[in-house]
């Protein structure tokens, strides 16, 4: 593994994970180097001694960040490698991972002046928050939309083309089987829309860059937006 650099201060380490035997997901943890000279580490996937070296030496390791209530299972190791690191996630994920010490509940306020946040509403049991670095015009998601266009495992696109997110930039049907509230869904959807961003990176599949961008992104989220 190694990291991508994506933008100025902005990388991606890619991994494969195994859920079950035959069935893989591409996974993706983004590092942002913030103005203060810290690593913000989002979605954390398992990281080895090699590519913990080639963070530390990009800066210190300040913010690990739990985005959902699907995405913490590395997180406990991350906080064990950087114990002055502070771990943001949503209060939920405290019934979870009781095991887990949340320095600071994830909320929709300015603790990183260069990023906003949105919380996904509607769907409590993914409690999602998404993310837009505004120096580089990035929109940061896990399980809100996938872009899987290939990965191991002889199950794997079979189950992936049954959820409807095979080779397509699209929301999952499980991720919209588990929205309760359709109005604040659709809500948080269009404030994502409202947001200025050029390049989407989903925790799971191809990162997409360029001018038509925001048009595939509505496209993905036309359910939630309708």
Do not use: Y
Not at 6 to 32: E, K, S, Y
Not at 193 to 215: K, N, Q, S, W, Y
Request: charged residues 20%; aromatic residues 6%; contains cysteine.
């Amino acid at each position: 593994m190694t990291l991508r650099a994506l933008d100025n201060d902005l990388w991606c380490l890619d991994a494969d994970l195994r859920i079950q035997a035959g069935f893989h997901l591409p996974i993706r943890m983004t590092v942002i180097r913030l103005t203060d000279g810290g690593l913000w580490l989002h979605s954390p996937i398992a990281i080895d001694d090699a590519t913990a070296a080639e963070l530390d030496a990009l800066g210190p390791v300040r913010h690990i960040v739990a985005p959902s209530l699907l995405h913490h299972i590395f997180a406990a190791a991350a906080c064990e490698r950087w114990p002055t690191a502070t771990l943001h996630a949503p209060a939920s994920l405290t019934d979870k991972q009781p095991a887990l010490t949340i320095g600071r509940p994830l909320a929709e306020d300015g603790r990183w002046p260069e990023l906003t946040i949105v919380a996904i509403a509607g769907a409590p049991k993914i409690d999602e928050h998404v993310f837009l670095h505004q120096p580089s015009g990035t929109l940061i998601v896990t399980d809100l939309l996938f872009n899987v266009h290939a990965v191991p495992g002889l199950l794997s696109p079979w189950i992936l083309r049954m959820v409807g997110a095979w080779k397509r930039l699209a929301q999952s049907r499980i991720w919209r089987s588990m929205v309760k509230d359709r109005a604040a869904a659709s809500a948080s959807a269009r404030r994502v829309m409202d947001l200025e961003f050029r390049r989407l990176v989903p925790a799971h599949g191809g990162v997409i860059d360029g001018a038509d961008t925001r048009e595939r992104v509505g496209l993905a989220l036309r359910w939630m937006l309708g």
